[in-house]
């Protein structure tokens, strides 16, 4: 029997569009070599022979995308959310940051982090990491080791605006990137670096410099945050008084996309037509984080645009702004969140619906990592079952239904299986 190919019987659903959801009742779907080689509602007569995983009654979905999240901030997620932004990054964020000097500390934290991560529905991640070199590379290091997920770590720079026990030197923040870049070569699989400079007020334009040139030789992703909070983009104003614009900070310095340059920028909450336009030219991608707008109380961000231009969209969690891991959450926040906008800011905006909320933890924010988060054949084969036995109904509920009511209403429990690029990793 053929050992890199293999069938699974299920109830699959997936997004090819954001209008649809996808549902083969009772379907088949061929897994070989890693890859979707096709979704069937009876088996292939060319597939007869090969390994058989009946996991009938379950759903079969792709796995879910977080395209924005801080690991060191779990450990005081759902804690301190009265304040806005920047009182709430001085107040409660970077006095955690700092602590992550500290190995031990950082390896007790990260270890429940990755636990977390290792079982929910996310397969794939871009992680903000912190200042600290070591502490980055013993985090790359634990997530490579539980299998749990795929995706991009990136060592914090930051080196202005900044409290002195978290800040580096502008040339040190520099060297300390080149020396972690050098040190990831070849070492892992399953992870890989990104550039991360925190935000334009973390970073002078010296270090943007430097970090433009590095991504230029180097050509690794970029992640940042762009226009989150009202206060924070007057800042960037006055900081950058020569910048077009929030988005312009970055793009000065060939951190904004474009080829060769794969970027995610997070929350995009207050951007003006000009910038949607550059990230629209660019292909940058923008990762919604519906619940860390509410909780910071940065507004509500205009997704139904960003997907009516066809822009890059997917969902992050971005812990600790957003207090939940789970990218089922943050589908039914983006949703929330879109009605609240539609009804009191601005009806020519309708709210999103569950199959564009699927799409978007889904296909949309898994483009930035390839052919991921759809089972249109060639698509990497990342999955999680479901089973939606705690979860009683006094009639049978159909399989669109079922997805439906666990995007509200799952949780880990209801996790019956996890894969990774045709692994299964429990
Ligand atoms: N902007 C700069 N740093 C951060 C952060 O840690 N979280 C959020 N939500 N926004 C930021
Ligand atoms: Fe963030």
Redesign the pocket.
Known sequence: MQQNIFAIKAHILYAQTPQEIRCTEDGYLVCEAGRVAGVFPVLPEQYRDIRLFDESGKLLIPGLSDLHL?AP?YSFRGMGMDLE?LD??NTH?FPE?AKYKDLLYAQAAYRIFIDALLHSATTRACI?ATIHREATELLMGMLEASGGVKGFVGKVNMDRNSPDYLREETGESLRETRRWLAGCSGKYQNIAPILTP??T??CSDSLLRGLGELQWESGVPVQS?LS??ES?VAWVKSLCPDAAHYADSYDRFRLFGGEGCPTVM??CVHCTAEELDLMQERGVFIAH?PQ?NTN?S?GAAPVRLFLERGMHVGLGS?I??GAHLSIFRAMADAIQCSKLRWRLLDQSLRPLNIAEAFYLGTKGGGAFFGQVGSFEPGYLFDAVLLDDGSLPHPQPLTPLERLEWLIYLGDERNLAGKYIEGQRIF
């Open positions: 801080h901030q932004l709430w990054l964020t940051e903000f925190r935000f007020p973390s945050h989150e909070n924070e997070a929350h984080c860390s910071l940065s971005d600790a702004g």
